[in-house]
């Protein structure tokens, strides 16, 4: 697949030489390679998110059902209309 902005695959995009990173270094400092740490996610709401979170309307009885129905491997799926809306979803947010 390639970008449309760049017009590199995914793999051409990734590539990142050392020239590369010369080129994009105009002091000449010395390239030195990033701490592989994993650096921790953190998500913040807003007070209105976190109050719709808290108050959260639902039938408890039927998402119980669901959740046993996976477990148990019994929920249907329909395959077509899993792909339908993955193929709407595509073209939504501009894909072939």
Do not use: H
């Not at 719709?52 to 046993?68: P, S």
């Not at 996976?70 to 329909?78: F, R, T, V, W």
């Amino acid at each position: 697949m390639t970008d449309p902005i760049s017009g590199l695959g995914r793999a051409q995009a990734q590539i990142n030489t050392a020239s590369d990173k010369a080129k994009n270094n105009p002091a000449g400092e010395a390239v030195t390679a990033k701490s592989s740490a994993p650096v921790a996610d953190e998500l913040v709401l807003s007070d209105t998110a976190s109050t719709a979170l808290a108050n959260a309307e639902f039938d408890t009885e039927k998402v119980a059902k669901i959740k046993a129905a996976i477990e148990a491997g019994s929920y249907p799926l329909d395959a077509e209309r899993i792909a339908e809306s993955f193929a709407s979803l595509e073209s939504m947010i501009g894909g072939k």
